[in-house]
């Protein structure tokens, strides 16, 4: 009964990734991960932003959603939006304990314009991160557009709260 079952899957690199390909217009889209706890991921290594991750969006994912969700004990981040990600959402989760960032948002530094924007973090608890990695932050964004953070909860980080940082177009709203 999948209501009912628990997966361990501990060690992982990256426990759920959805990789779309924005160029080629094949997006991962209305995807929702609701209710889900996320334990016990691998360790970072030497890609930082793939490694010990518990939820990685990338390249082309639009209008998907981690909601109600629970984070702990990760080697990595929480969740990482990356490159060409728009209009998705993190909300009422709780992150504790990770290795790294709990949430980051990013696009291309010096690759060319952003392609990331209009996503959402929104009401989630975000304490005691960057365990591993010390200069983690509870939430970071970088070179996207239109975003919103708003109404978190964010204590006991390894650096600071909330950062967003790059040549971001628009104003960022929080």
């Known amino acids: 009964d999948p209501a009912r079952a628990e997966v361990v ?7 759920v990734a959805l990789d779309g390909d924005a160029g080629k217009d094949r997006w991962v889209a209305h995807v929702e991960l609701r ?9 970072e ?9 518990a939820v990685r969006f990338k390249h082309g994912v639009r209008d ?9 004990d990760l080697g990595g981040c929480g969740v990482v939006i990356w490159k060409e990600c728009v209009s998705n959402t993190v909300a009422g989760c709780e992150f504790t304990r990770t290795g790294d960032t709990c949430v980051k948002v990013f696009d291309y530094f010096g690759e060319g314009p952003p392609m990331s924007g209009g996503n959402r ?3 989630n608890h975000i304490h005691h991160c960057g365990r591993d ?8 964004l ?15 980080t ?17």
């Open 45 to 53: 290594g030497q890609w930082r932003h793939f490694e010990g991750t």
């Open 64 to 72: 998907c959603s981690v909601l109600d969700c629970r984070f702990a």
């Open 35 to 43: 209710g889900l706890t996320f334990r016990h991921a691998g360790r």
């Open 121 to 123: 973090i929104l009401n």
């Open 142 to 156: 970088g070179m996207v557009r239109d975003s919103v953070v708003a109404h978190n909860l964010v204590h006991d």
């Open 158 to 174: 390894a650096y600071s709260g909330i950062q967003w940082a790059g040549d971001s177009p628009g104003e960022p709203a929080f």
């Open 9 to 15: 899957a501990g060690n992982l690199n990256v426990m």
């Open 133 to 140: 990695y010390f200069g983690a932050v509870g939430i970071t």
